[in-house]
């Protein structure tokens, strides 16, 4: 068992070490708003877009600015005319034990539990919050508010008529910063469209009744959840080498860290062709 003073010191010295890190990696790796703005363009992201952010700001920490500047490049990046989409899910642990723990969401108050970029940008000016009690999405642009609209009224909360399903409506992409592809979010709205295909239904039989809180009230939405058996099952990395064949991987490296963008739709193709082979991303 390790004693207080031991405890202080392994703080300090974890610290210490965390510090000097990141100011090495600043020195020699950092990088600024303008750096990050080029590099989202040569990755294919262009004014107008649909973009779906996933993003861990400890791999970000060679960044040169405040956080919320790389907020302002994504919104610079795709414009107004375009949607900027962050997944901003209520927990961190599975839909069912949120779902189970009897939890009130509130699109106005409830934190995002997906990284803290996400919640700076559930924050910002302009921002607007699907309304749905397990998977909502926080978004930015003209169409914003009529992008989420249909949310909580979806059978599956990333399935047909949600903002995560539109993607492939838009044409559009998903960008990692920092965080890896077993983050996207955009999977579960495969495994819906997707769900007749493959060996298992990924989701629960039964269906849940959730509340949400409104300023004018309380808004039902009866959804199916994620099984979480078949959650601790999935691989979404086993789609890479198809991804790659299509052409569908667009790869840099910038302070360090990784950053990924891929196409919905190239996504959603590449589920496709590998369930009519008989291959899955999950493990047996």
């Not at 989202?40 to 004014?47: N, P, V, Y």
């Not at 989409?85 to 009897?102: H, I, Y």
């Not at 803290?116 to 607007?128: A, C």
Request: proline share 6%; charged share 25%.
């Amino acid at each position: 068992m390790i004693g207080p003073i031991a405890a202080r010191c392994k703080r300090f010295v974890k610290g210490a070490w965390k510090k000097q890190r990141l100011s090495w990696r600043r020195r020699w790796l950092g990088f600024g708003p303008d750096t990050l703005k080029q590099t989202l363009t040569d990755l294919g992201i262009r004014s107008g877009d649909c973009l779906l952010v996933h993003s861990s700001l400890d791999r970000l920490e060679a960044f040169t600015g405040k956080s919320s500047a790389i907020i302002g490049v994504l919104q610079e990046v795709v414009g107004p005319s375009g949607l900027l989409l962050m997944p901003t899910l209520p927990f961190s642990g599975t839909a069912l034990e949120w779902a189970r723990s009897g939890a009130l969401f509130d699109a106005r108050t409830t934190p995002s539990r997906s990284g803290l970029l996400t919640e700076l940008f559930r924050r910002s000016p302009g921002v607007v919050r699907s309304l749905h009690p397990t998977h909502a999405v926080a978004a930015w642009g003209e169409r914003a508010e009529a992008f989420c609209r249909a949310h909580p009224h979806c059978s599956t909360p990333c399935g047909e008529g949600s903002p995560y399903a539109e993607l492939v409506t838009e044409n559009g992409k998903i960008l990692f910063l920092g965080a890896s592809i077993e983050a996207m979010t955009f999977f579960h709205a495969a495994e819906a469209l997707l769900e007749a295909h493959l060996p298992f239904s990924p989701f629960t039989r039964e269906s849940f009744s959730l509340p949400s809180r409104t300023p004018s009230g309380t808004v039902m939405t009866v959804t199916r959840l994620f099984d979480p058996e078949v959650s601790r099952k999935r691989r979404i990395a086993r789609l890479v080498p198809d991804l790659k064949r299509r052409g569908g991987w667009r790869h840099v490296r910038l302070g360090g860290a990784e950053l990924l963008c891929l196409d919905a739709r190239d996504v959603l193709a590449t589920l496709s062709e590998m369930a009519a082979q008989g291959r899955y991303c999950y493990d047996p």
